[in-house]
């Protein structure tokens, strides 16, 4: 659990500080329900032991489920333990053939109510899948709990199929946790759709559902895994990468980071980290702030170390801000995916004590050495945040030209505005360190200028924060290399990777991860679907259409309100594998939704 160990004295805008809201029900019965926890793997190998577990709501009785099995043979496979408490495991052992129809269905059945039922198909093969390969794997999630905005990241180790080990440090409105991964209760298995599940033992009932963090991904390359957490204790999305490294940092690091302080009020980190050693070079180093609404530009730090990274590439930032910018002395979790990447998470007790998660670039020879004209180009970058009506999400387009102007296109959606936007009268200035200042963005959503600090690291990423008044928001950049402008998906495979929240009643958060195939005309697939505190929703269809001329997509399949809706998306390309798109539509079943297609195998 994180202390409060000293106060910020930064004044906070009110009409941005997040509330929680609660609801409670009335004297209606709530009907039995059974679900997995986690969901259960969707193949095995035949005669091979899974725990498997199911948990019973709104039981009365407290009352545990009966598990049965069926299948195309006589020989389905059998259970430890026919009955469990709400909870408990069972062991099911697969059939020692594979059954006619190569599958068999699992059922648990409440022992309090016979017509509350979940089941589970699992694909029984002769030998166990190649999932993922050998190595370290670095994941990282972004997205919402019951307790609000919510960060993990990671690592773990796959040595022939299985988990062998790893680490993972948590952060909510709550707690931060740092957790060893349980090796016999982590699993990684195929999903009957052609994703893959990875299910995490954290050791921590707190955490997950009792403990075990569920995941379901869509593979980009054999080092890279698209992911949306599959339960319903969280909505969030991020990736799995396989990690390339684990050397201690050294030279300069564009960083970003983003979430709320201790009291609730929105706030964004962003600058550039100079480390030698494990020391901060503080005449080197930068950074600014946005909290609620409040901007800090140009600060200095007094101080920095970073810790000597462990076996699976965990460091520690210790970053003590300069007084006169009156920030506290703050530390981020660190995981080294490799020289150009870590993942960052607020988990550890600090004096800022607040609960933030974002990103770290690694610049390498780039360091100070930034230039207009390595500098002039277009970047595309997709943000989230909060602003005066709520969540916001941002996708921006624009131009660095070498006259100092800027140009380009912003899109954004807090259900209130909603829709895109050219950009005039901006300008931006480049400080060596690779900051990017972009000043006055106006545009047609409002009176008041926006305000972005880009931070590059010199090989076509960027991050970004918002320093204006009107929004806090943070989120990752590149460098645009395909047609300039708004633009739709080319032709081809995709991993479609999305999070938001719904247009109802407490907003609920939702994520996906899928496949999809586009067309010139058209988007088909699917995507493994959670919206909070709900039980998932496995291989979820989603259509669509391409309106090439405006540069919109038409996608049913992703309302939280209704799986028939279709809601309107605005696209913005990165290069020729990665687009965003953002929703821009109004209506009582618009939504909130940010979406990045990244170039995948044809299935």
């Given at each position: 659990?994180?202390?409060?160990r000293?106060l910020?004295?930064?004044?906070a805008?009110?009409?941005?500080?997040?509330?929680?809201?609660?609801?409670?029900g009335?004297?209606?019965?709530?009907?039995i329900?059974v679900?997995?926890?986690?969901?259960p793997?969707?193949?095995v190998?035949?005669?091979?032991?899974?725990?498997?577990?199911?948990?019973?709501?709104?039981?009365?009785?407290?009352?545990?489920?009966?598990?049965?099995?069926?299948?195309?043979?006589s020989?389905?496979?059998?259970f430890s333990?026919t009955?469990?408490?709400?909870?408990?495991?069972?062991?099911?052992t697969?059939?020692?053939?594979?059954p006619?129809?190569?599958?068999?269905t699992?059922?648990?059945t409440?022992?309090?109510?016979?017509?509350?039922?979940?089941?589970?198909?699992?694909?029984?093969t002769?030998?166990?899948?190649?999932v993922?390969?050998?190595?370290?794997?670095?994941?990282?999630?972004?997205?919402?709990?019951?307790?609000?905005r919510?960060?993990?990241v990671?690592?773990f180790?796959?040595?022939?199929?299985?988990?062998?080990g790893?680490?993972?440090?948590?952060?909510?409105?709550?707690a931060?946790i740092?957790?060893t991964?349980?090796?016999?209760?982590?699993?990684l298995s195929?999903?009957?759709?052609?994703?893959?599940?990875?299910?995490?033992?954290?050791?921590?009932?707190?955490?997950?559902?009792?403990?075990?963090e569920?995941?379901?991904?869509?593979?980009v390359s054999?080092?890279?895994?698209?992911?949306?957490?599959?339960?319903?204790?969280?909505?969030?999305?991020?990736?799995v990468?396989l990690?390339?490294g684990a050397?201690?940092?050294?030279?300069g690091y564009?960083?970003?980071?983003?979430?709320?302080d201790?009291?609730?009020?929105?706030?964004?980190?962003?600058?550039?980290?100079?480390?030698?050693?494990?020391?901060?070079v503080?005449?080197?180093?930068?950074f600014?702030?946005?909290?609620?609404?409040?901007?800090?530009?140009?600060?200095?730090f007094?101080?920095?170390?970073?810790?000597a990274?462990?076996?699976f590439?965990?460091v520690?930032f210790?970053?003590v801000?300069?007084?006169?910018?009156?920030?506290?002395?703050?530390?981020?979790?660190?995981y080294?995916?490799?020289?150009?990447?870590i993942?960052l998470?607020?988990?550890?007790?600090?004096?800022l004590?607040?609960?933030?998660?974002?990103?770290?670039l690694?610049?390498g020879?780039?360091t100070?050495g930034f230039?207009?004209g390595n500098v002039?180009?277009?970047?595309?970058?997709?943000?989230?945040?909060?602003?005066?009506n709520g969540?916001?999400?941002?996708?921006?387009?624009?131009?660095?030209?070498?006259?100092?102007?800027?140009?380009?296109?912003v899109?954004?959606?807090?259900?209130?505005n909603?829709g895109?936007s050219?950009?005039?009268?901006?300008?931006?200035?480049?400080?060596?360190?690779?900051r990017v200042?972009?000043?006055?963005?106006?545009?047609s959503?409002?009176?008041?200028?926006?305000?972005?600090?880009?931070?590059?690291?010199?090989?076509?990423?960027?991050l970004?924060?918002?320093?204006?008044?009107?929004?806090?928001?943070?989120g990752?950049?590149y460098?645009?290399?395909?047609?300039?402008?708004?633009?739709v998906?080319?032709?081809g495979?995709?991993?479609?990777?999305?999070?938001?929240?719904?247009?109802?009643?407490?907003?609920?958060?939702?994520?996906?991860?899928?496949l999809?195939?586009?067309?010139?005309?058209?988007?088909?697939g699917?995507?493994?679907y959670?919206?909070?505190?709900t039980?998932?929703?496995?291989?979820?269809?989603?259509?669509?259409?391409?309106?090439?001329?405006?540069?919109?997509?038409?996608?049913?399949?992703?309302?939280?309100?209704?799986s028939?809706t279709?809601?309107?998306?605005?696209?913005?390309?990165i290069?020729?594998?990665?687009?965003?798109?953002?929703?821009?539509?109004?209506?009582s079943?618009?939504q909130?939704?940010?979406l990045?297609?990244e170039?995948?195998?044809?299935?």
């Amino acid at each position: 659990m994180k202390t409060c160990r000293g106060l910020w004295l930064l004044a906070a805008m009110a009409t941005l500080a997040v509330s929680i809201a609660g609801c409670g029900g009335g004297g209606t019965p709530v009907p039995i329900t059974v679900g997995f926890s986690p969901q259960p793997p969707g193949s095995v190998v035949a005669g091979s032991v899974t725990s498997i577990t199911a948990v019973v709501n709104n039981d009365p009785n407290n009352r545990g489920v009966n598990w049965s099995v069926t299948c195309g043979s006589s020989q389905c496979g059998s259970f430890s333990a026919t009955s469990t408490a709400s909870g408990v495991a069972t062991s099911f052992t697969a059939p020692s053939t594979v059954p006619s129809g190569n599958t068999v269905t699992i059922t648990a059945t409440s022992q309090s109510a016979s017509s509350a039922t979940v089941s589970a198909t699992i694909t029984i093969t002769t030998s166990a899948p190649t999932v993922l390969g050998n190595g370290t794997y670095i994941y990282n999630a972004t997205g919402d709990d019951s307790n609000g905005r919510y960060f993990v990241v990671g690592a773990f180790t796959v040595l022939n199929g299985a988990i062998t080990g790893g680490e993972q440090d948590f952060s909510d409105n709550v707690a931060g946790i740092a957790s060893t991964l349980v090796a016999s209760g982590s699993t990684l298995s195929l999903a009957s759709d052609g994703n893959i599940q990875i299910a995490l033992d954290t050791g921590n009932t707190s955490l997950g559902e009792n403990g075990v963090e569920t995941f379901r991904g869509t593979v980009v390359s054999s080092s890279r895994v698209l992911i949306s957490e599959f339960d319903s204790s969280a909505a969030a999305s991020g990736s799995v990468d396989l990690q390339t490294g684990a050397a201690a940092p050294s030279s300069g690091y564009a960083f970003a980071v983003n979430g709320f302080d201790r009291n609730g009020y929105v706030l964004a980190l962003g600058g550039i980290l100079d480390i030698s050693g494990t020391s901060l070079v503080v005449a080197n180093s930068v950074f600014d702030f946005n909290h609620a609404g409040t901007a800090g530009l140009g600060e200095s730090f007094a101080s920095g170390s970073v810790g000597a990274p462990d076996n699976f590439g965990r460091v520690t930032f210790t970053l003590v801000p300069s007084a006169a910018s009156t920030v506290p002395q703050f530390v981020l979790t660190g995981y080294i995916i490799g020289t150009n990447r870590i993942w960052l998470v607020e988990s550890q007790s600090d004096s800022l004590d607040g609960n933030l998660g974002g990103t770290a670039l690694g610049q390498g020879s780039n360091t100070g050495g930034f230039t207009a004209g390595n500098v002039s180009a277009g970047y595309s970058s997709g943000t989230f945040g909060q602003d005066g009506n709520g969540p916001i999400q941002i996708v921006g387009a624009f131009t660095l030209n070498s006259n100092s102007s800027v140009t380009g296109t912003v899109a954004l959606n807090d259900f209130v505005n909603f829709g895109t936007s050219s950009v005039s009268n901006a300008s931006w200035t480049l400080d060596t360190r690779g900051r990017v200042t972009i000043s006055n963005v106006e545009t047609s959503f409002s009176g008041t200028a926006f305000a972005f600090q880009l931070y590059l690291d010199g090989n076509g990423n960027a991050l970004q924060i918002s320093t204006d008044s009107q929004e806090v928001t943070e989120g990752l950049g590149y460098k645009q290399t395909s047609t300039t402008g708004l633009n739709v998906p080319a032709a081809g495979s995709y991993a479609m990777l999305g999070q938001g929240f719904g247009n109802e009643n407490n907003t609920p958060a939702w994520s996906g991860v899928g496949l999809v195939t586009v067309t010139s005309s058209a988007i088909s697939g699917f995507t493994d679907y959670t919206i909070l505190n709900t039980q998932p929703f496995a291989n979820n269809s989603v259509t669509g259409t391409l309106n090439n001329a405006q540069a919109q997509l038409s996608i049913t399949g992703l309302n939280v309100v209704s799986s028939n809706t279709s809601n309107t998306y605005a696209s913005f390309p990165i290069d020729n594998n990665r687009t965003w798109a953002i929703e821009i539509d109004g209506g009582s079943n618009a939504q909130l939704g940010l979406l990045i297609f990244e170039a995948a195998p044809s299935p």
